[in-house]
């Protein structure tokens, strides 16, 4: 009778834990497509197949690479395990969009370029040098490709790319920028006539901006054409 006790307890055990595993569905895994650049629609889609869900937890500022409403990022990240129903967070471009005139750049050094965008609300793109004995000094300016003057209405952050004088100059020296956070950096080269990028990171990167350069190329002091986009390396700031 007690042998006949503990065998019944033993498949009552098994079946509850059956019967959890099965509905916590404890064995599948689904890993966490990529969505950004995706719009909502094509968001919903995607995920509606994975048996996943989102939610919209914040829009960031407008990124003009994007489309309004795209997603620019997502929480857990491309390639995170998860579960059968697990929400995913989106941070999207906003969908609506400030427009703001353009603030007079013609003629300007580059450090007041710099300075005049970013505190009217727009980012600095790249920068490009062309033949005037004025080194650093801005002669006019593009927006995807096409060439803007000032009070013309643009969208809140977008990237303005900067075309400077090269001072008749062909060559700049590289700073160091190992141990540097990723978003100080943008602003040394900068000042250097150097663009940042492409950059490379690790999958387990948590917050690109804060994260810290490891390795860089061109190496630092070598002396590289003007305008020359310094590739980056980041691993996590924790690490």
């Known amino acids: 009778m007690l042998l006949l006790t503990i065998a019944l307890l033993f498949i009552f055990i098994k079946l509850i834990d059956f019967s959890l595993k099965k509905y916590t569905r404890y064995d599948e895994t689904i890993y966490v497509p990529s969505l950004v650049g995706l719009n909502l629609s094509d968001t919903k889609d995607t995920l509606d197949g994975m048996d996943l869900k989102f939610v919209i937890i914040d829009s960031a500022a407008y990124n003009p690479d994007y489309n309004r409403g795209d997603v620019l990022s997502h929480q857990p990240k491309p390639d995170s395990e998860v579960k059968p129903g697990r929400k995913i967070y989106l941070t999207i471009n906003p969908l609506t969009v400030h427009y703001i005139p353009l603030p007079d750049l013609k003629n300007k050094s580059l450090r007041h370029a710099i300075s005049l965008l970013e505190n009217n609300a727009f980012q600095v793109g790249d920068l490009y040098y062309i033949d005037h004995y004025a080194k650093d000094l801005v002669r006019f300016v593009k927006v995807n490709n096409e060439i803007v003057s000032k009070n013309d209405s643009l969208p809140k952050f977008t990237k303005v790319d900067l075309y400077l004088g090269d001072g008749h100059d062909e060559d700049a020296i590289v700073p160091n920028v190992v141990g540097l956070e ?30 810290i350069i490891y390795q860089q190329k061109p190496l630092s002091n070598e002396k590289v054409p003007l305008g020359t986009h310094v590739s980056v390396w980041l691993k996590d700031s924790l690490n």
Request: aromatic share 10%; glycine share 4%.
């Open 182 to 211: 990723f978003r100080q950096i943008k602003r040394k080269l900068n000042n250097h006539s150097l663009n940042v990028g492409p950059y490379y990171m690790v999958d387990t990167l948590v917050d690109t901006m804060r994260s």
